[in-house]
Nanobody, 127 residues
Framework: QVQLVESGGGLVQAGDSLRLSCAAS????????VGWFRRAPGKEREFVAA????????YYSDSVKGRFTISRDNAKNTVYLQMNSLKPEDTAVYYC????????????????????WGQGTQVTVSS
């Protein structure tokens, strides 16, 4: 089992950058693929980015591709989401999620796949 804690959210202006962190407990974090999702006010939770357990595979939603970068440091049990050129429409609560996987390059975009979720961190982008 793993526990996830997100951090790094905040209030920024359009065009600014933020880096979110997803810190995991446990010594086997390198066995988990991780995804970032977000829920904007009045909307359903949506996929943002995903990374394989090795970090060798990544995938992004079209809305963030080219602006966001997902990465991980398994030695620190942490996955990051670097968010650049933020837009007001990026305003949401951001969640990280994890699932055990046997493949080093497989990532997952469906939230139903993930077994563990963090509590979320708020990102607000003003225009």
């Amino acid at each position: 089992q793993v526990q996830l804690v997100e951090s790094g959210g905040g209030l920024v202006q359009a065009g600014d950058s933020l880096r979110l962190s997803c810190a995991a407990s446990g010594r086997t974090f390198s066995s988990y693929a991780v995804g970032w999702f977000r829920r904007a006010p009045g909307k359903e939770r949506e996929f943002v980015a995903a990374i394989s357990k090795s970090g060798g595979g990544t995938y992004y939603s079209d809305s963030v591709k080219g602006r966001f970068t997902i990465s991980r440091d398994n030695a620190k049990n942490t996955v990051y989401l670097q968010m650049n050129s933020l837009k007001p429409e990026d305003t949401a609560v951001y969640y990280c999620a994890a699932v055990v996987t046997g493949s080093g390059t497989t990532y997952y975009t469906g939230e139903g796949v993930y077994d563990y979720w963090g509590q979320g961190t708020q990102v607000t982008v003003s225009s």
